[in-house]
């Protein structure tokens, strides 16, 4: 938890951190470079760059100016010294696999966990003869005992999707150092307005820029943040891989980071009212937000975190046709998967993001008929819950 002051610090930094550094035509916004490559006044120049005289730009694969502004913005926000974009939340993570685990490696990853992340580790990480242990999410033991003279990193979600557990970083951090495992965390449904996990002892954060960093439900993108050493090799292997963020996704990006630490105010505010209120409704079987004491990891979450985000898991006590008659019958949240944008967005997950496992399966993941995944927006929320009230009844009927 931090105080009043770093809050206002982030808020500033949000605005200013990483801009204007060029200031090109004394604009007050960064400017969009589109453009592909860049130009050498002659071979002198060429030279000099080639020779490591001349920092500059070469190719759009390998640096953008609209990119290092966010970078720098990134960085300032999760207290790291360097920070890499990459095309999306899974080309950072595909990205960080192939860059820091060897051929015949191992790694230790948690069972809760975006669930392409873990296919790209059984289907395609596999091909290199890498050993996954999967651990139960924010258990700091079974990870412990889980690390291997081999262990090559250690890699998990906090908050995780769905049920938002919250793993004691420090701890698992402390662990991993102890026997030389960089621990990596990706911390997409927190935010650096809500855990800043390098200060807290993680080498190394990834987010899905696509849900609250950029905010709006209108571009793609990935980031990593972490010391110059961690981040070096990886902005060497996307200028190889080459799934690099374009410029004017960056620049969206950019702009969307700016109002990030007032729209996590109001996703905060959101999700604590309604899961409060939600865990009160006759019609809800359970909910699950680290912002209430009923959450296994709310003592670790109110250690670490300043507010617990937007978005809110529950179960409806009715099944699989009446969660989808509650979720039709919302007026507000869209129909959709992600969240982290200024609209809500709804899903019930067994139809859509885990619609490709089977009952059992479903089960074993402890997907139920009946839970519900919300991710609210910055709407007011007054008129969420009446919306949510509303849907509601359909269930009464
Ligand atoms: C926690 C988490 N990490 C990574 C990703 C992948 O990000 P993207 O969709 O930007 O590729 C997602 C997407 O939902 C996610 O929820």
């Not at 998990?156 to 662990?175: F, G, H, K």
């Not at 944008?341 to 899903?347: A, F, H, K, M, Q």
């Amino acid at each position: 938890m931090s105080d009043d002051r770093d809050a206002a610090r982030r808020a500033t930094r949000a605005v200013h951190a990483g801009e204007r550094a060029d200031r090109v035509g004394a604009s007050a916004t960064t400017p969009i470079h589109q453009t592909s490559t860049y130009t050498f006044r002659d071979g002198d120049e060429v030279r000099a760059y080639q020779e490591g005289r001349l920092a500059r730009d070469e190719y759009g694969r390998y640096g953008n100016p609209t990119w290092r502004a966010v970078e720098g913005k990134l960085a300032a926000l999760e207290e790291g010294e360097a920070a890499v974009l990459f095309a999306s939340g899974m080309c950072a993570a595909t990205t960080l696999f192939l860059a820091m685990v060897p051929r015949g490696g191992h790694l230790v990853i948690t069972s809760e966990c975006y669930r392409r992340t873990r296919q790209f580790l059984e289907e395609y990480l596999s091909k290199l003869d890498v050993a996954v242990s999967v651990i139960p999410p924010a258990d700091v033991a079974a990870l412990g005992a889980a690390l291997r003279a081999d262990t090559a990193l250690v890699f998990t979600e906090s908050p995780t999707n769905p049920y938002l557990r919250v793993i004691d970083i420090a701890a698992a951090a402390a662990l991993c150092r102890a026997r030389g495992v960089p621990l990596v965390l990706d911390s997409t449904f927190a935010t650096p307005i809500n855990q800043r996990a390098l200060s807290l002892g993680a080498d190394l954060v990834i987010h899905s820029a696509t849900k609250y960093l950029a905010g709006h439900n209108d571009v793609l993108a990935g980031a990593a943040v972490g010391s110059e050493a961690m981040i070096a090799p990886l902005r060497a292997a996307v200028g190889v891989l080459g799934g690099v963020l374009d410029p004017h996704a960056a620049y969206l990006l950019l702009r969307g980071l700016k109002t990030l630490e007032l729209r996590m105010t109001r996703h905060n505010e959101n999700g604590q009212r309604v899961a409060s209120w939600l865990e009160t409704h006759p019609a809800v079987r359970r909910v699950w937000y680290p912002g209430l004491p009923s959450h296994p990891d709310h003592a670790a979450a109110a250690a670490s975190m300043d507010g617990f985000g937007g978005v809110v898991t529950f179960e409806l006590d009715t099944d699989l046709a009446g969660a989808e008659r509650f979720v039709d019958a919302c007026r507000i949240p869209l129909i959709a998967p992600s969240f982290g944008g200024v609209e809500s967005l709804i899903e019930v997950p067994a139809t859509m993001s885990f619609w490709d496992r089977d009952p059992d399966e479903r089960r074993e993941l402890g997907i139920t008929d009946s839970l519900i995944r919300l991710g609210l927006g910055v709407e007011a929320p007054e008129d969420l819950l009446a919306d949510l009230d509303r849907a509601l009844a359909v269930l009464a009927r």
